[in-house]
């Protein structure tokens, strides 16, 4: 069994900084590419970075220039650092991987449960 735990969402006033964070944890053989998305009432859930398993990543280009990946693979865990926060990246916020288990060697998506960030005007 594999899980993602997420943490540092929180409410914060516009022009500030959040650190996201997520862990992944369990029977981990392998993780292959690991990512962020976020989502708003009624909408579908949204691509905003992604660290690839080579070490590249790529952003939405809301947040070019204002969010960073980083990807740590020794300690299995991705955040994000988001700066110059604006109230429509207000969102719940999801971490996303690829992972491939002791128990099953096929590479399956993994979610984590979500954090709320709030940037107010």
């Known amino acids: 069994q594999v899980q993602l735990v997420e943490s540092g969402g929180g409410l914060v006033q516009s022009g500030g900084s959040l650190r996201l964070s997520c862990a992944a944890s369990?029977?981990?053989?392998?993780?292959?590419?690991m990512a962020w998305y976020r989502q708003t009432p009624g909408k579908q859930r949204d691509l905003v970075a992604t660290a690839y398993s080579d070490g590249s990543t790529t952003y939405v280009d809301s947040v070019k220039g204002r969010f960073t990946i980083f990807r740590d693979n020794a300690k299995n865990t991705v955040s994000l650092q988001m700066n110059s926060l604006k109230p429509e990246d207000t969102a719940v916020y999801y971490c996303y991987a690829e992972v491939a288990s002791y128990s099953d060697l096929r590479v399956l998506d993994y979610w984590g449960q979500g954090t709320q960030v709030t940037v107010s005007s």
């Open positions: 369990g029977s981990i053989w392998s993780i292959h590419d």
